[in-house]
């Protein structure tokens, strides 16, 4: 079991900031201030090689952009013995396959179950009637959309308690946000769409208590900012036989100039959580939900050209995972402190 620290309590206890409710306008155009430019070398430092990616999209002025629904599909793929990845280049669904039946981590957009979800799994041999659980990263349809589906064929669904709340109390028309962590322009909004089906409320994960099905632990780790319940987490997969430490972050900001200061502050305090936690358990495989700024398709890529005893593009190692952390961390930073220049 995770042991939160007595400054990690003291966080979690704080009453959550709305971060999409305050939408900022991109910052103007201008040199970066010596405080900025610190901030840039010490990530860009961290990033190294192989975490340009990441430097590049959230370290950038008007950084990111949120995910689309109809961003291109990937193939499906067996990234390890035992997980699988379905879905689309920005919003991905894995899939663990335990001794006790499949495990979901997100389950994608609802009405794209039949069109890519099901289907997707099916490729690669996996029987949706096998699904035990699915684990939500955040209460944000693209992420619950196919949840009910398996919930009313006998699946488990798991989310932290603040986001069951989001979910069956999702904000107004003209206040929420679309998927991906930003609030929708009025102008572009045109019709509002008629909501998703939440999933019931049923498992209610909680801060470092591991859930196991059949042979496999997950340990949730609580992440607010993207939204109150966002959440990462850490489970065991096997490369040819051989147990690697993977965490899954579920709640990345993908356009911090939408997100208040005060939003953007707590994300940072959530990121620097993920980074003790993930130190801790020994995290060497990193995954996202929202694969769109650690060269996830370049990774699929090399995955597909792998021979036998060449390293699985996944296993980032131990201190790269850290610094790839770092990277998220020291540019929202960035984007923080752009804001205080201005």
């Known amino acids: 079991m995770v042991r939160a620290s007595a400054v990690l309590a003291s966080f979690l206890a704080l009453p959550f900031v709305t971060a999409l409710t305050v939408a900022q306008a991109p910052p103007a155009a201008q040199p970066d201030s010596a405080e900025v430019r610190r901030l840039l070398d010490t990530a860009r430092k961290g990033a190294g090689a192989d975490w340009v990616e990441a430097f590049d999209f959230i370290c950038a002025l008007n950084a990111g952009r949120a995910n689309r629904a109809d961003d291109p599909e990937i193939a499906p793929t067996k990234v390890f013995d035992n997980l699988y990845v379905i879905g689309r280049s920005s919003t991905a669904v894995w899939a663990v396959t335990t001794s006790a039946g499949i495990v979901l981590i997100d389950s994608g957009y609802p009405d794209q179950i039949d069109s890519v979800l099901l289907p997707g799994m099916r490729t690669i041999g996996l029987d949706p009637s096998q699904v035990r659980y699915v684990f939500v990263g955040h209460g944000h349809a693209d992420h619950f959309g196919g949840a009910p589906y398996f919930q009313q064929r006998g699946a488990r669904v798991v989310l932290a308690g603040p986001d069951w709340d989001l979910m069956e109390n999702p904000a107004p028309a003209g206040r929420g946000a679309a998927p991906g962590g930003t609030a929708a322009p009025p102008a572009a909004r045109g019709p509002a769409p008629a909501p998703a089906v939440p999933p019931k409320r049923d498992v209610v994960a909680v801060e470092g208590q591991p859930i196991t099905v059949g042979d496999v632990a997950f340990t949730p780790v609580m992440i607010p900012g993207h939204t109150p319940g966002s959440m990462g987490v850490i489970f065991p997969v096997k490369d040819s036989g051989t147990t690697r430490i993977a965490g899954l972050f579920g709640g990345s ?50 995955l597909q050209r792998r021979k036998p005893g060449e390293p699985n593009p996944f296993v980032v190692g131990r201190d790269s995972y850290q610094r790839f952390v770092g990277v998220m961390s020291g540019c929202t930073a960035v984007q923080l402190a752009r804001r205080s220049a201005a």
């Open 253 to 302: 900001i993908l356009t911090p100039g939408r997100i208040s200061d005060a939003g953007l502050r707590q994300y940072i305090a959530s990121v620097e959580h993920w980074r003790e936690v993930t130190r801790r358990m020994n995290v060497e495989v990193e995954l996202q939900n929202h694969p769109m700024y650690d060269g996830f398709l370049t990774k699929l890529e090399r």
